[in-house]
Nanobody, 122 residues
Framework: VQLQASGGGLVQAGGSLRLSCAASGRTFSRYAMGWFRQAPGKEREFVAAISWSGRSTYVADSVKGRFTISRDNAKNTVYLRMNSLKPEDTAVYYC????????????????WGQGTQVTVSS
């Protein structure tokens, strides 16, 4: 599975962005998907995950109520809708594919996209 993340950019605090992650291959619907982020000088952290069917979603406490993960298996794409963005959301955002249930642990993911930069100005 190859993953291509897009949709990042520069936005003012309080604004919104929608990230997309397009997957190649016919087996996309078999994978749970996750979003992680990494800010300069910090470790990569979990943001959100979604089961292969889309019925189950999980988000980190730091983004709960502001970020929503969704997927469209017909389009081989997973999305991360980010509202009410804060400067502390500034990071490179990565999408990843997990053969299991969609873990919060990055080492359990099998495939990774290249990342897309999100910068939130105050």
């Amino acid at each position: 599975v190859q993953l291509q993340a897009s949709g990042g950019g520069l936005v003012q605090a309080g604004g919104s962005l929608r990230l997309s992650c397009a997957a190649s291959g016919r087996t996309f619907s078999r994978y749970a998907m996750g979003w992680f982020r990494q800010a300069p000088g910090k470790e990569r952290e979990f943001v959100a995950a979604i089961s292969w069917s889309g019925r189950s979603t999980y988000v980190a406490d730091s983004v709960k109520g502001r970020f929503t993960i969704s997927r469209d298996n017909a389009k081989n794409t997973v999305y991360l809708r980010m509202n009410s963005l804060k400067p502390e959301d500034t990071a490179v955002y990565y999408c990843a594919a997990d053969r299991n249930y969609g873990s919060r642990r990055d080492y359990e993911y099998d495939y990774w996209g290249q990342g897309t930069q999100v910068t939130v100005s105050s």
